[in-house]
């Protein structure tokens, strides 16, 4: 309606390099698409906080929380699924820049949802901008990973007279809610002032979960949280990492454009 | 953007294009500058570019007006084709009935004859065309006043014209004006007055629900109009720019303005019925809505320094922005706040903002909006706006027991959403109080569900936190939410766990659905019976799907199957959703959740789901609890959505056979063409192109005609579906009024004809003997203007809420009827005929039936 000062056709500046096609099959996806990425959220968010604010722009098909990679916790963004076009313009005009949890949350239109884009595309699991953040938020697991790091190398200096590795958790994910939702490493600020969450909602995914019609060929939920959990032991050697893992995260991008 | 757009778009705003002139004359003068200098070679883009801000900027029209006028004056010719633009987006306007196009370019031509770029007797012809189009729809002889929301509207447009040239035209044409007053009056006088008692915000409970000194919208604009003239026909929140450049502007060619003409409004009934009238006058007020329903939320102290007609402007110029902006934040607030007047007024603003978010039967855009911009007004205006709000929701929760339903669910979802962007700071211990009053009190009702939905959007913890200035609120919060397996929970039963523990252990090991299923019928049901094997197998699998929405997802769409093996038919379907309110009695969000995506996932009828919301249980809180009402919400309004869906398909669908027709007859005439033309092969001439191409041809003219019988064949397979939706909407709101019929026939007072709700009210005060009157503590403006009732302002708040249980469940039951029979009009209205004949019967409850008609907006003694 507004055209005077915004170009209608113009969905969104930022461009997800991992999109199969060309820039106008891009736009085209955006100006049909019934996902809405939501950015900047809180580990801690639940799916069904994310759908009572969500459902007041329209029925909600599916949510889809983004995990890392490597914990099968929530990193901090999910995608909404609407069943209209209408609703989900309607997510995006009123509820980005709104607050869910404390936060402010970013919500823009997305080319569609695809298995593997719920996972963090930063090194260590989560999105890549909470790789490199310096600040302190306690929403999104603590520090950065980057900084994470290096306090925990630090405080291995430091803490010889315990002596070894083991001392330190494993990172599993069952602290979740408690801890810090990243990865755990000790740090257990974020959890801390979110004490009676009920945290038993934790949530895995299991890859087969888009193929309803195969349903009775499925594993169940619950047989793949158990086969979820090789995948989320440590890493083991995260200089052999580094070269597989790109650092085209989405949420670099989008933050760059804000 | 180049220079001149800018300053066309930001002419009289406070912004660096203007550097410090504040002035409407410099910012004219400078802008006019800029255009002059591009005019000859930009002629068609400031064109488009002037029209478009003058539409969707409407408060600046003066200032475009006067552009205009001056441009006037260099050069007449681009005027001249401006006005042409003008006229024949005017007339389209009017034939598409676009009511905002007309009302916003009658402005523009209204300041156009005030810049003397317009003749002022186009202007009166319009008037005139408008009034006498008006006057025949009304005439019961010529007309059809079934279609008076369109002479109402037509009327309304020429009125509101005379905020912004009232006072050129008196001065210049006086006679004129007083021959339009005289018009307007007459037809005043032959049009029925609007008594649209279902659009209410608030039950009116003085028996008589609208009193004669009540004033329809078309009466108080005219009202408005009558003191503006008596005022001498100033105004203090329309500009008037063109003033200060009224020497040069006389100089100007005034253009003329070709006719315009209204449509043809459809002809009445042929068969004239209180059915087939009501329907036809639903469609004309679908068309032609109202634009605003006044809300009076503050003492008219805070408003009432304003000329009457400055109130209409600002509403004017606040709505507007609100269309115009929606989806722009930034300009939105800051156009909001900044609109061209002399005065303050939050106090209006915050009034006409909360009139759209409550208006009835729906807001123009999503509640969601105005929750933005009353967040984005707070920013904007933190040292005013947040108090105001703050007023307003007193205000409203004084008055909660009398407000619609449908307004009631819509400000509790503003309201929880609002605090959960403002850290959930409310002073809570001024309500603490509503923990005395008994559990249906509205007002304590309406804490409850407050908490509730903030409990959604956060978590139980927070909110209790946000409680605790206030003793003992915390009693009303949600229970703590978690899943409730019941299995066996009466006694050892260990046999209900040992078949959950098999049944869990089948979906751990992978077993296929078919294998689940053939266990429960050979080894559970033979054994146990349905009512075990339907408890066990629902609650173990709504376990597993416990974790979060996407793990129910998973498990429906896994085991659906199962679900749908264990509860076939409708009844047992009650039973399953049963089950569903009982594992998730401590969480209405998931209780809501999942039997939605049943329904979704057609393992329930919305028959089903009506049948298990009047069920005994529910029955039981529908006056303390809005968890029955969230899921009957739901089932309606996804059958609503399958269908509207529906015809969306069919619609797109219909224009894809249309087109692929064309394309299979184009098809088929180039093959024609090709077949008939004579080559020369080896010499002789043959019928027919070379083969090669009509080859080609062929076989295109043969894709193009299956092309269309696939989608013909699909087109009539979504018309087969529509036709079975719209039967099982039938079904549904058929059952959905027989529920209410029989509930209400009833719990509604044995052998009283109370035949309105205040009525209902005072049997149960008479037995209290308590004073009648509303509890005196209404800061709040009535509704109907009249002064409040004896009060003892300063006085100490009467607390007690003095309606009766039965009483408040008949009010909170009637209220729901009334507000689903008014958001579903339209769907309701095809199948009256049927609900006439089975349900609003003269046994009906009479209330019952009023509820049911009000909502319809159904004249009830047209029945």
């Not at chain 1, 019934?34 to 950015?39: A, K, L, Q």
């Not at chain 1, 949530?203 to 995948?231: F, I, L």
């Not at chain 2, 394309?663 to 070379?690: C, H, R, Y």
Request: glycine residues 6%.
């Amino acid at each position: 309606m507004a055209s005077l000062f915004k170009d209608p056709a113009k969905l969104s500046a930022y461009r997800d390099r991992r999109f199969p096609g060309n820039q106008e099959e891009f736009e085209h996806a955006l100006q049909t698409s019934t996902t809405v990425y939501v950015g900047n959220m809180s580990f801690y968010t639940t799916e069904e906080q994310v759908y009572e604010l969500f459902s007041r722009a329209g029925e909600i098909k599916k949510i889809i929380m983004g995990l890392d990679k490597n914990s099968k916790t929530p990193c901090g963004f999910c995608f909404v699924l609407y069943y209209s076009r209408e609703d989900t313009e309607d997510a995006c005009k009123y509820i980005s820049g709104t607050i869910l949890d404390d936060r402010p949350i970013r919500v823009d239109f997305d080319w569609g949802f695809q298995d593997g884009r719920q996972w963090g595309r930063g090194r260590s699991g989560g999105q890549v901008r909470d790789e490199y953040r310096t600040d302190y938020d306690p929403g999104r697991g603590g520090y950065g990973k980057l900084v994470q790091k290096e306090l925990e190398v630090q405080r291995q200096l430091v803490d010889y007279g315990a002596g070894s590795l083991g001392s330190f958790p494993p990172v599993i994910p069952h602290s979740y809610g408690r801890h810090g939702g990243g990865h755990g490493h000790g740090h257990g600020h974020g959890g801390s002032h979110r004490h009676g969450r009920d945290y038993h909602r934790k949530r895995y995914r299991d890859d087969d979960r888009h193929h309803p019609h195969e349903s009775s060929k499925r594993t169940s939920d619950h047989e793949s949280r158990r086969n979820a959990d090789p995948d989320s032991r440590p890493e083991k050697n995260p200089r052999f990492r580094e070269s597989g893992d790109s650092d085209d995260d989405e949420e670099d991008d989008r933050k760059r454009r804000a | 953007m180049s220079s001149w757009r800018n300053l066309l778009l930001r002419i009289g705003d406070k912004t660096p294009e203007y550097g410090a002139a504040t002035d409407f004359k410099d910012h004219i003068e400078t802008c006019f500058g800029a255009i002059r200098r591009e005019l000859d070679h930009s002629q068609t883009e400031i064109l488009e570019f002037l029209l478009a801000c003058a539409e969707q900027l409407p408060h600046k029209i003066p200032l475009y007006g006067t552009l205009i006028g001056l441009i006037n004056l260099e050069n007449e010719d681009f005027v001249k084709k401006l006005l042409d633009k003008i006229h024949t987006k005017f007339q389209d306007a009017l034939n598409s009935g676009d009511c905002n196009g007309v009302r916003i370019l009658m402005r523009l031509m209204t300041v156009l004859m005030c810049s003397k770029v317009l003749q002022l007797s186009s202007l009166v012809g319009i008037f005139d065309t408008f009034l006498s189009s008006a006057a025949t729809i009304v005439d019961e002889e010529k007309g059809n006043p079934l279609w008076q929301p369109c002479a109402d509207f037509y009327i309304t447009c020429i009125l509101s014209c005379l905020p912004w040239g009232g006072a050129e035209l008196v001065e210049q044409v006086p006679e004129e004006i007083d021959r339009l007053m005289v018009s307007v009056e007459a037809y005043l006088s032959i049009r029925r007055r609007d008594s649209d008692t279902g659009l209410f915000f608030f039950e009116k409970d003085d028996g008589n629900e609208r009193g004669s000194g009540d004033k329809d919208f078309v009466e108080d604009l005219w009202e408005r109009i009558q003191a503006l003239s008596s005022n001498g026909w100033k105004v203090e929140s329309v500009p008037r720019p063109h003033l200060s450049f009224e020497a040069q502007l006389v100089a100007g060619k005034s253009h003329e303005f070709g006719t315009v003409s209204c449509p043809n409004i459809p002809s009445p009934p042929s068969v004239p019925s209180g059915i087939s009238n009501g329907k036809q006058k639903h469609e004309a007020e679908l068309k032609y809505p109202q634009r605003i329903h006044r809300l009076n939320i503050f003492p008219p102290s805070k408003t009432e320094d304003l000329q009457p007609i400055d109130r209409y402007v600002m509403e004017e110029y606040l709505l507007d922005v609100l269309l115009f902006f929606n989806g722009c934040r930034k300009e939105c607030a800051s156009f909001m706040v900044g609109l061209p007047v002399p005065f303050r007024y939050e106090y209006l603003m915050a009034e006409t903002i909360f009139s759209q978010l409550l208006m009835l039967p729906q807001p123009p855009f999503k509640p969601i909006y105005y929750t933005l911009v009353i967040i984005d007004l707070c920013k904007a205006l933190p040292g005013a706006f947040p108090a105001v709000v703050a007023g307003a929701v007193r205000a409203l929760f004084e008055k909660i027991a009398d407000l619609d339903m449908e307004c009631r669910t819509r400000l509790i979802l503003w309201f929880s959403h609002h605090l959960s962007n403002f850290q959930f700071i409310w002073p809570w211990e001024e309500w603490a109080y509503v923990l005395d009053l008994p559990k249906w009190a509205p007002q304590r009702v309406f804490v409850q569900e407050v908490l509730e939905r903030e409990v959604r959007l956060s978590y139980w913890d927070k909110v209790k936190q946000s409680v605790e200035n206030a003793a003992g609120l915390e009693e009303l919060l949600p229970p703590k939410g978690g899943p409730n397996l019941t299995l066996g929970a009466d006694g050892a039963d260990n046999n209900e766990h040992a078949l959950s523990g098999e049944l869990n252990n089948l979906v751990k090991g992978k077993a296929p659905v078919r294998e689940i299923i053939s266990w429960i019928d050979e080894t559970v049901l033979p054994n146990n019976g349905l009512e075990v094997t339907l408890r066990v197998v629902v609650q173990t699998l709504l376990n597993i799907g416990s974790k979060s929405f996407t793990h129910l997802i998973t498990v429906l769409e896994r085991y659906g199957q199962v679900f749908a093996k264990v509860c076939p038919d409708q009844d047992k379907q009650v039973m399953l959703i049963a089950e569903v309110g009982l594992f998730w009695k401590s969480n209405t969000q998931m209780t809501a959740i999942a039997i939605d995506r049943m329904m979704g996932y057609r393992l329930v009828s919305n028959l089903a789901i009506v049948r298990w919301v009047f069920s005994l249980e529910n029955i039981e809180q529908f006056h303390t609890s809005d968890r029955p009402w969230e899921v009957l919400r739901n089932a309606v309004s996804k059958t609503y959505n399958r269908i509207s869906d529906l015809r969306k398909e069919i619609l797109s669908l219909k224009r894809n056979v249309l087109s692929a027709e064309e394309a299979a007859k184009q098809a088929k005439e180039e093959l024609d063409a090709a077949e008939s033309k004579l080559t020369l092969v080896d010499g002789e001439p043959v019928l027919g192109e070379n083969p090669a191409r009509l080859n080609r041809l062929k076989s295109q003219a043969a894709k193009a005609k299956e092309e269309v019988v696939s989608l013909q064949e699909s087109f009539e397979a979504k018309e087969a579906l529509l036709v079975r939706a719209i039967e099982e909407n039938e079904a549904l709101f058929l059952m959905l009024y027989k529920s209410f019929s029989n509930v209400l026939a009833e719990r509604l007072p044995e052998g009283s004809n109370a035949r309105t709700l205040h009525e209902l009210k005072s049997t149960e005060v008479d037995v209290m003997a308590v004073d009648p009157q509303e509890p005196s503590t209404m800061e709040v403006d009535n509704e109907n203007q009249k002064p409040p009732n004896s009060q003892s302002n300063g006085g100490k708040k009467s607390n007690a809420y003095n309606v009766g249980e039965k009483e408040q469940w008949c009010i909170t039951t009637l209220g729901y009827v009334k507000a689903f029979s008014r958001q579903y009009a339209a769907e309701i209205w095809p199948h009256i005929e049927k609900l006439d004949a089975e349900v609003l019967t003269e046994e009906a409850p009479p209330l019952f039936r009023s509820a049911v008609y009000s909502g319809l907006r159904r004249p009830i003694n047209e029945a």
